[in-house]
């Protein structure tokens, strides 16, 4: 993968796979540490201990479709790339916390990558899971906070196209301020 955004999706289609209804994704710049911190948490059905020591080994799967999972494996790599680390925190019945955090300067650092269209193609396909974006650098911060556009909606689906196109374009707005879009 060649950027962030598409470890991310695929990273948010595990915890949907796990039954999730919440996801929250919050990207924080250490501009003093020269670190990205990345958190990914979501309500979903949880591992137990085995699992998460396991879940990183490309050659394990809860899936039937295939004997590898490699979307775990390869976001362990590109963290341990950039002399960066992960951690994950789960339990059984309440969901799975994810944190790695990448040297930001590094050479082998990931771009941000399209991070409105994932998360636009996110909701499109699953417009009945929240989602929450955070993106911070020192004080400045994006929210973006689907039950919140929920709430102002009302009655229309989030999944309306014009409504996608408007938050997409909301989203390349909110990013534009870090100049990583």
């Known amino acids: 993968m060649k950027d962030l955004s598409l470890y991310l999706l695929d990273l948010a289609q595990n915890s949907l796979r796990a039954g999730a209804t919440l996801i929250k ?21 949880g591992m137990t201990s085995a699992e998460v020591q396991q879940v990183v080994d ?39 916390k994810l944190t790695a955090s990448f040297l930001l300067h590094h050479w082998d650092c990931p771009p941000l990558g399209d991070m409105a269209g994932t998360l ?5 396909g699953n417009p009945d899971v929240d989602f929450i974006f955070c993106y911070q650098r020192e004080q400045t911060k994006y929210i973006f906070n689907t039950m919140q556009i929920k709430e102002q909606l009302e009655d229309v689906p989030i999944s309306t196209p014009t409504v996608l196109a408007y938050l997409e374009e909301n989203i390349r707005k909110g990013l534009s301020e870090f100049a990583i879009v």
């Open 25 to 45: 994704f919050r990207l924080t710049e250490l501009v003093a540490e020269g670190r990205l911190v990345i958190v990914i948490e979501d309500n979903g059905k």
């Open 58 to 96: 490309p050659f394990y799967t809860t899936r039937n479709t295939r004997k590898v999972g490699l979307g775990l494996s390869l976001f362990a790599a590109a963290v341990e790339r950039c002399n960066g680390e992960l951690s994950i925190h789960s339990q059984p019945g309440k969901g799975t």
């Open 120 to 124: 636009i193609v996110l909701i499109a």
